[in-house]
């Protein structure tokens, strides 16, 4: 299997967008492989860390998403966004995130994703509040049954280094998708996260149950993450 490591192999293949994740903050919960593994694409497998397989509420500020050559997209690469995702390695050894939801308050980069890259966006009504020294993350989806999730937390001093798990659950170098019937894999990079401990002030969230693990999140998370932001490219999709 492809090394877990903290710097991203270089692309390969042609560049076709670019992002900006700001303000993001990572919580995980330890979750068995047996309950991740019907949540998976053919060809996959889930990925495993220090005894366990892992999801992920993941909130930030998307920002200067831009459809390469072009330039950033106004107003509609820029808004916030919360994920669930999983972790995944295919047959080729890859490793990659699964995403079993992504909010985010703009309808058409949600229609867009859904269409071009069959990534499972939703349209949500959404905010990012800083409130003294703590985060908010809020969002309610707007269509379906309405799930919702509030995020508050407080971000420290401390720096995260040479750790095994943060970098499992943080330096992902591609995600899986399925396309026209395949399981695809699609590559990107970043610069290194840098990243803080951080404590979660408050939780209230249906987003992680929604996206088909419910009572996960009636638990605190078992790591708390933060990190100001990367800049990130995405390749064409591989076989």
């Known amino acids: 299997m492809d090394p877990i490591q903290a710097v991203a192999p270089p692309l390969t293949g042609r560049v076709i967008l670019s992002q900006d994740w700001l303000r993001a903050s990572f919580l995980h919960w330890r979750v068995a492989s047996d309950a991740v593994a019907p949540l ?9 860390c220090d005894g366990s397989s892992w999801v992920g509420l993941i909130a930030f500020q998307m920002a200067r998403f831009t459809l390469v050559p072009g330039p950033a997209l106004p107003y509609i690469g820029d808004f916030p966004e919360i994920n669930v995702r999983l972790y995944t390695v295919d047959d080729e050894g ?5 995403f079993r939801s992504l909010e985010a308050s703009r309808v058409l980069t949600v229609l867009g994703a859904r269409t071009v890259m069959n990534v499972p966006y939703e349209w949500a009504r959404m905010s990012i509040r800083r409130s003294c020294d703590a985060i908010d993350y809020r969002s309610t989806r ?37 396309l026209r019937g395949r399981t695809r894999f699609v590559p990107n990079e970043h ?11 408050s939780l209230d969230d249906e987003l992680v149950a929604a996206g088909g693990l419910p009572g996960v999140t009636d638990r605190p998370p078992d790591s708390v993450l933060y990190s100001p932001g990367v800049h990130a490219r995405f390749a064409m999709p591989l076989a």
């Open 191 to 201: 610069e290194p996260w840098p990243l803080r401990r951080a404590t979660l002030v």
């Open 40 to 48: 998976l694409p053919p060809g996959t497998r889930p990925d495993e």
């Open 94 to 98: 890859r490793r990659g995130v699964l």
């Open 142 to 178: 707007l269509t379906g049954a309405r799930p919702s999730s509030r995020i508050v937390v407080r971000p420290s001093a401390e720096t995260v280094t040479d750790d095994p798990l943060a970098d499992f659950l943080t330096a992902r170098w591609g995600m899986h998708t399925v």
